[in-house]
């Protein structure tokens, strides 16, 4: 549940926003799987929001936070990561994650890692 509605998938959320007030976020929101959401807000035919680079990672957290805080088992799994480093380990994304190599900015890892912090704090 994220500002009133219920996400399917933190995928299905992070695509809609791609679109956020226009008709394709319900139809992403809808969609049947994560893997479809994610060709829908993918979709070149589309254009997205003008400020997409802007605030995705932002997206990206407040989706993390909302799934870990929503659900204990995973909060709890996440939990008992410690400190470790968290990495999405992938050659297919730079961004998101490491570049197969380590070279990609990681940042769903760091968002991970940041809401990890956040939640341990809120339970101190």
Not at 44 to 63: F, G, H, N, Q, Y
Request: hydrophobic share 30%; with cysteine.
């Amino acid at each position: 549940m994220i500002d009133g509605k219920t996400w399917p998938t933190t995928e299905h959320n992070f695509q809609a926003h791609k679109h956020a007030g226009e008709p394709r976020e319900e139809e992403i929101r809808n969609a049947p799987t994560p893997t479809k959401a994610a060709r829908l807000g993918r979709d070149p035919s589309v254009p997205i929001r003008k400020d997409w680079e802007l605030v995705k990672d932002d997206v990206m957290r407040t989706a993390v936070l909302a799934k870990f805080e929503q659900h204990e088992s995973l909060r709890c799994l996440l939990l008992s990561t410690g400190i470790s480093l968290i990495v999405e380990h992938t050659p297919n994304d730079s961004y998101w994650g490491d570049g197969g190599d380590g070279s990609g900015r990681n940042m769903l890892g760091r968002s991970l890692m940041e809401v990890r912090e956040a939640i341990r704090n809120e339970h101190i």
